[in-house]
C-alpha cells in the first residue's frame, strides 16, 4: 500500500501564496515513474483536478481555474512533488491531495478523472 503525506496547506488570504509538498516512505514508490498530479474536494462539490506533471517529459498541466496561479513541479532527489500555489482564491479552498495519474494528464485536468490518491490531503483555506 503506496502512503503519501501531504503538507504545505493552512489559512492564507485571497491574494497569497501557498506551497503544497507530497512526499512518500513507501519503499520503491519513484514520483519520477508516474504522472503526478493533484486534485482538489470542497465540501459539496466534485473533485477537481487540479494539476498533473507528465512521466514522460515533465510538461506540467493545470486546471482551467488554477491556470496561471499554479506551478507544479517535483525534486526526484527528495522523491517530492510540489504544487506552488499563487493569487489564491476563496474559491481554492479545499482539501489537496496528490496523486498517481493513470491518464493522459491533459485529459485528466480537463475531466478530473485517473487520479489515485494515497494520502490525507492538506487543508487549504483562504479567507476573502
Known amino acids: 500500500q503506496v502512503q503519501v503525506v501531504e503538507s504545505g496547506g493552512g489559512l492564507v488570504q485571497a491574494g497569497g501564496s501557498l506551497r503544497l509538498s507530497c512526499t512518500t516512505s513507501t519503499a520503491g514508490f519513484i514520483f519520477d515513474d508516474y504522472n503526478v498530479g493533484w486534485f482538489r474536494q470542497a465540501p459539496g462539490k466534485e473533485r477537481e483536478g487540479v494539476s498533473c506533471?507528465?512521466?514522460?517529459?515533465?510538461?506540467?498541466y493545470y486546471g482551467e481555474s488554477v491556470q496561471g496561479r499554479a506551478a507544479m513541479s517535483r525534486d526526484n532527489a527528495k522523491n517530492t512533488v510540489y504544487l506552488q500555489l499563487n493569487n489564491l482564491k476563496p474559491d481554492d479552498t479545499a482539501v489537496y491531495y496528490c496523486?498517481?495519474?493513470?491518464?493522459?494528464?491533459?485529459?485528466?485536468?480537463?475531466?478530473?478523472?485517473?487520479?489515485?490518491?494515497w494520502g490525507q490531503g492538506t487543508q487549504v483555506t483562504v479567507s476573502s
Open positions: 506533471l507528465s512521466e514522460h517529459d515533465n510538461s506540467p
Open positions: 496523486a498517481t495519474v493513470a491518464i493522459g494528464c491533459g485529459y485528466s485536468v480537463r475531466s478530473s478523472i485517473g487520479y489515485a490518491s
